[in-house]
């Protein structure tokens, strides 16, 4: 990955795999950059993607 994530969901979609962080466990941690990603495994390749709409680091921006 491109940077860890702190409770991470993966899932296994049509051989690729999706990486989307979950939020800090304290509220002053920052969210990793980039927060969703997916790996290729044909090209052996991360890549980072854009904020899902429902992601909370929309909302963190907002309430702090």
């Known amino acids: ?12 979609i049509e ?12 509220s002053y941690c920052l969210l990793p950059t ?3 990603e997916v790996y290729d495994p044909l090209i052996e390749q991360w890549k980072a993607l854009p904020d899902p ?5 929309h909302y963190w921006e907002i309430r702090h």
């Open 34 to 36: 980039p927060p969703f």
């Open 15 to 26: 051989g690729k795999i999706y990486v989307l962080s979950g939020s800090p466990w304290q």
């Open 1 to 12: 990955m491109l940077a860890g994530k702190p409770s991470p969901i993966v899932e296994e």
């Open 53 to 57: 709409p429902f992601h909370a680091s």
